[in-house]
């Protein structure tokens, strides 16, 4: 039995569509992630070349390996005005969906951000609450799982996630925001709270779909968001903070939606313990190649002093390669 089991996961920033392993991560996404909550990966790409200074907000995408295979997909949004990240995607392929996982994954997408020096106040994440949570897909399940255990706390005020697109009907329920700061918050003011839901309507949905949309459609679209907020705004009109609660959280239930107990592959690294039988065979090696020079060199009546040197030199370069390919431990 190995002495020593090992796993490498590693996060990689996309910048450009043409960035390496961006298609193979995009295809994770495509196949795992239900089509009500799904934004259009041409979408996407396109943000992702027009990433600027200048717009509201900054997409960040993230290919997720594990032991040096493309195995999903990460999005966060970042709203400059708000300084807020939303956790918008983590996708990962079927056989990779286990707790141990999700959690490395969302801590080294923080801790990216906090190494980026960008400026964060508030992270969030939109969860269905369709029917009352009754009826929401399996992400959303997942998400509110993960990120309760997280320490995030639930925004206890009316909210909707905006249809995606014009024609994406699903997509459009009654939702929960979960928020998060460096500080555990017991409630934020009404004002924060309506200057966050509109930072994500206007500032990232609404200029998100306008390049997609023929004028009239964007007006439509633009209407149908102004209403959404006003309904947003109605609802916490008289209240002067929103509750944040921290105990809606499904610690043992929903499992159905993560594999708990599904092991990884493993790795295994050859143990220094046999070191007593590997010194003598590179010995051997050296002898039967020292061997050999000299049996070649007598039938070409070549004398062995004349080529000493270079054999010397190719023997101990025959040695080294072994050594280093034995007890050289790979970078993680």
Known sequence: MPNLLEHRFAIKRITK???EDYISALKIYNETTPPDIKTNTNEITYWLEQNRNELPFEIMLFSLYLNNMVVGLAMLTYL????????????????FRLNAVFFTYISLLQNYINDSNTDVAYYIIEINNRNKGENIDKESRLFKRLFCLENYGKINALYYSLPLGLYNHESYFESLLYIKTNDNISQISKETYIDLVKAIYFDYYLFWYQPFMSNNEYIEYKKKVERVYQLVI???????????SYVDCPLFHESGYIQPNTTLPVITRPQKKYLFLVVPGFIACTILIVWIYNTILVWLDIPINHVGAIIGNITSAIIATLSAIYFIKPKS
């Open 17 to 19: 569509p043409s960035n």
């Open 80 to 95: 400059k005005k708000q300084k807020t990240i939303i956790f918008e995607y983590l996708a990962l392929q079927p056989s």
């Open 234 to 244: 109605q609802d916490v009109m008289n209240e002067m903070f929103c509750d944040i």
